[in-house]
């Protein structure tokens, strides 16, 4: 079982970047494909980047595919969401998530109930 811990939520202004970190702790990190989703108040949860267990494969969703980037650095357990043009609609809750999935094939991974260990979430805001 892996623990997951956000940091690097806070208050930017439209136009600006941030970069948020997911730190892995338990488990074995490189077995452990990684997503990160974000919920605004009064909306559904949103699927916005993953990334395979070594690294090599990623995926985004269309809101965040020319803005955002996903990685990892699997000796120190970590994986970053940067995030980068933001705008007032990125304002959300953001919240990592990791499971093991072997080799299976996206869009596993993707979807909330692909996984079954979660972070507590960070705050985004970007005021305009």
């Known amino acids: 079982q892996v623990q997951l811990v956000e940091f690097g939520g806070g208050l930017v202004q439209a136009g600006d970047s941030l970069a948020l970190s997911c730190v892995a702790s338990g488990g074995t990190f490189s077995d452990y494909r990684v997503g990160w989703f974000r919920q605004a108040p009064g909306q559904e949860r949103e699927f916005v980047a993953a990334i395979s267990s070594s690294g090599g494969s990623r995926s985004y969703a269309p809101s965040a595919q020319f803005r955002f980037t996903i990685s990892r650095d699997n000796p120190n357990n970590t994986v970053i969401l940067q995030l980068t043009n933001l705008t007032p609609q990125d304002t959300a809750v953001y919240v990592c998530?990791?499971?093991?999935?072997?080799?299976?094939?996206?869009?596993?991974?993707?979807?909330?109930?692909?996984?079954?260990?979660w972070g507590q979430g960070v705050q985004v805001t970007v005021s305009s």
């Open positions: 998530a990791a499971r093991s999935m072997g080799s299976t094939p996206w869009p596993a991974g993707t979807r909330a109930y692909d996984y079954d260990n």
